[in-house]
């Protein structure tokens, strides 16, 4: 949707436009060719792109009212007015958090103008774990950081948090995140763990929060008991991964030799 605004700005101020674009994208919105006919008219210009004529200025607004082209996407509220309140992120957040001042998870929460909550003080240090079932299993989750991965967490000194995936990304979570001194990420040793990475470490770019990658000391034997097999998609996304800083490009080479990454889930097995 962001490429059809352009190109519908583009045609409000009489500029060169794309057309074969403009039309292919309006027709994948079940716009008829008729239809662009009756509301267009194309000219290439001398240099590139096209001038694109509105001969049908109602049926254009109308058009453009439909697509939610001049919608208000500041926001989830004006956004929802045009069904299109999933392409905006919610202002807030909610995050689940084992805390050492409770028995039990907690709520740390974010409003809508950017507060944090915390029913306990943070602890000094964060693990993020990406999938759920690893989460509920946190009884055997810090003993497996140490024995296996070789990390110095200790349970008075660690919050452990549901990342739920990308969400843990937000750039809201940046106020919460600066309240330690590190953050471990436990996340799935493939594509979008690497990208769930590579977010937390340009958000936090200007903080002083150490953030590390955990991966287990025995991943090439954990590998090998994977059926998990490289797709060509995923194999052309770790290669733009090998030009990474490490442990990224490293992990990227690793999977890239044995055609498998890796779902966290696969170390409950253990």
Known sequence: MKQLRALFQEVDNNEPTDWPRLRRLLIKQDVTPATLDQLFHARRTDGSGYRVAILDPVGYQA???HLGIWADMTNRA???VH????AVPVSGNLVVVKNPGNPQPVVFECDSKGHWIYPNLPAAELVLVENLENFLARDVLLRYLRDACGTAVT???VDIAYAAGNAITKACNAAWLTCYETIYCFFDIDTGGFRMYEALQRLMAEHSVEIQFVVPKELSALLETTHRRLTDKEREKLVTYQRCDPPINLLANTLLKAGKSLEQEVYLND
């Open 83 to 86: 069904g299109k309140s999933h």
């Open 63 to 65: 058009l453009g009212d």
């Open 155 to 157: 349970e008075d000194s």
């Open 78 to 80: 004006s956004a929802a």
